[in-house]
């Protein structure tokens, strides 16, 4: 699956103006690419202006053609993510038909990401963190190939079994979010995003939509924030 965040009008992108954010759910398991459905945040503006990338937001994933709410993402205010937290940590629980799904959840760490995806009952599914190097002390900054190269703008977000205990030194992960890079254009003069999501070839239908919503946490904790100027 393709998840791409909808790109500002220009008057916007010029002026700075915090729009809220819009993604398009995209099947890419078919020959052709299939739009499946939208995703539109609630938020407040002065939030979104003020807060940047910790803001609260609630996001309905909305089916193709029939309008009908597939997913619903609710994230709560609360402090950035920043390594050595010991509390206020950030999460996001996903919800369907009012029935809770599952959450993604920032845990603690010192130099590189990480996060936890839980099913409805609160138990760890799946891991999430950056490739690492150095003994997990480093992000490794070549897993994609090197920087300058084909993997420049590519950032990579692996996931692990919730039982593998070491996941770092080369693990091996199940599934990845990637985010990639588009047209040149779009990179220099647009603050869009775009992940591709790879799911771990056991995965549910709900385990699933819990990676994909993922994305969109990862989006707001990571590259939103960074689009305020705020060191993460």
């Not at 950056?130 to 703008?153: D, F, K, L, M, W």
Request: glycine letters at 8%; a negative charge; aromatic letters at 8%.
């Amino acid at each position: 699956m393709t998840i791409r965040q909808t790109r500002k009008g220009w008057i916007q992108e010029c002026f700075g103006c915090e729009a809220a954010d819009e993604f398009k759910w995209i099947n890419t398991t078919d020959k052709a690419s299939t739009h499946i459905a939208t995703s539109l945040e609630e938020s407040n503006f002065c939030m979104r202006l003020l807060c940047g990338g910790c803001h609260e937001f609630t996001m309905d994933v909305k089916e193709e053609g029939s309008g009908d709410t597939i997913m619903s993402m609710h994230r709560p205010m609360a402090c950035n993510a920043a390594p050595c937290k010991c509390c206020c940590f950030n999460t996001m629980t996903m919800t369907s038909n009012s029935r809770t799904l599952g959450s993604i959840t920032e845990g603690f760490y010192c130099c590189v990401p990480r996060m936890s995806i839980t099913n409805s009952v609160g138990a760890t599914i799946y891991k999430v963190h950056q490739p690492t190097c150095c003994g997990g002390i480093c992000v490794n900054c070549c897993a994609e190939g090197r920087s300058c190269g084909a993997a420049c703008c590519r950032v990579p977000f692996h996931i692990f079994p919730g039982d593998m205990q070491d996941t770092d030194n080369g693990a091996p992960h199940v599934g990845k979010i990637l985010k990639v890079p588009k047209s040149l254009a779009t990179e220099i003069f647009t603050d869009s995003e775009a992940f591709d999501v790879d799911f771990p070839i056991d995965a549910t239908v709900e385990q699933k939509a819990l990676i994909a919503a993922s994305s969109v946490y990862i989006n707001a904790n990571f590259f939103e924030s960074e689009k305020q100027g705020i060191d993460v």
